[in-house]
């Protein structure tokens, strides 16, 4: 059974800057893609970053490009995700997830698994 544990978050100020990382076990790691998502309060899953197996291509949604990067240790079975200029809306909780195959020639959110998730929380 996959396990993945999101650690990181905490409560910083706008512009400050933060890294989430996602330890694995009970798969292989490098065998898979991975993505990270997000929960505002109140609001719907938004899926942010998608890293391939390999550690490329990557992929970001728009409210995060440019401030926030995703990476991978396939030797530490651990994901990454570094977020810079942090802003008030970015407050959420964030997950990592297993996605269900290693490539995407186009990625989309395609999660069989996911941790519990680590709070991120920016104020002004």
């Known amino acids: 059974q996959p396990q993945l544990v999101e650690s990181g978050g905490g409560s910083v100020q706008a512009g400050e800057s933060l890294k989430l990382s996602c330890t694995t076990s009970?798969?292989?790691?490098?065998?898979?893609?991975m993505s990270w998502v997000r929960q505002a309060p109140g609001k719907e899953l938004e899926w942010i970053s998608y890293?391939?197996?390999?550690?490329?291509?990557?992929w970001y949604a728009d409210s995060v490009k440019g401030r926030f990067t995703i990476s991978r240790d396939n030797a530490k079975n651990t994901l990454y995700l570094q977020l810079n200029d942090l802003k008030t809306e970015d407050t959420a909780m964030y997950y990592c997830?297993?996605?269900?195959?290693?490539?995407?020639?186009?990625?989309?959110?395609?999660?069989?698994?996911r941790g519990q998730g680590t709070r991120v929380t920016v104020s002004s």
């Open positions: 997830a297993k996605q269900r195959a290693g490539y995407y020639s186009r990625p989309y959110f395609d999660s069989d698994y």
């Open positions: 009970g798969f292989t790691f490098s065998f898979y893609a």
């Open positions: 890293i391939d197996k390999s550690g490329s291509p990557t």
